[in-house]
């Protein structure tokens, strides 16, 4: 089993930055591939960003790439995302995912990965 608690959401102006945090435990956390996907209200839930075990790759959604960063630090059990040049349309929850692969990225099938965490709400006001 693992968990994961994401934190570092809140609201923030047009064009702003957060970064959000995921924290893991239970497993050995460099046996997964991380992503982070959200959803807005109304909306399905949506890929954004996924990464290899060692953090060597990482695979974008188009409407995140070059204003979003994913990262990790194995040693903390933690995966990051960066997330600069915010839009309201970034609005959403969201949720970090843990798929146990020890090579390649997740991919952007929430189906495919085994564990979520609650989710964290980012809110940008235009």
């Known amino acids: 089993q693992v968990s994961l608690v994401e934190s570092g959401g809140g609201l923030v102006q047009a064009g702003g930055s957060l970064r959000l945090s995921c924290a893991a435990s239970g497993r050995t956390f460099s046996d997964y591939s991380m992503g982070w996907f959200r959803q807005a209200p109304g909306k399905e839930r949506e890929f954004v960003v996924s990464?290899?075990?060692?953090?060597?790759?990482?695979y974008y959604a188009d409407s995140v790439k070059g204003r979003f960063t994913i990262s990790r630090d194995n040693a903390k059990n933690t995966v990051y995302l960066q997330m600069n040049s915010l839009q309201p349309e970034d609005t959403a929850i969201y949720y970090c995912?843990?798929?146990?692969?020890?090579?390649?990225?997740?991919?952007?099938?929430?189906?495919?990965?085994?564990?979520w965490g609650q989710g964290t709400q980012v809110t940008v006001s235009s």
């Open positions: 995912l843990a798929r146990r692969l020890t090579y390649g990225v997740g991919g952007s099938d929430p189906r495919m990965y085994e564990y």
């Open positions: 990464i290899t075990w060692s953090g060597g790759s990482t």
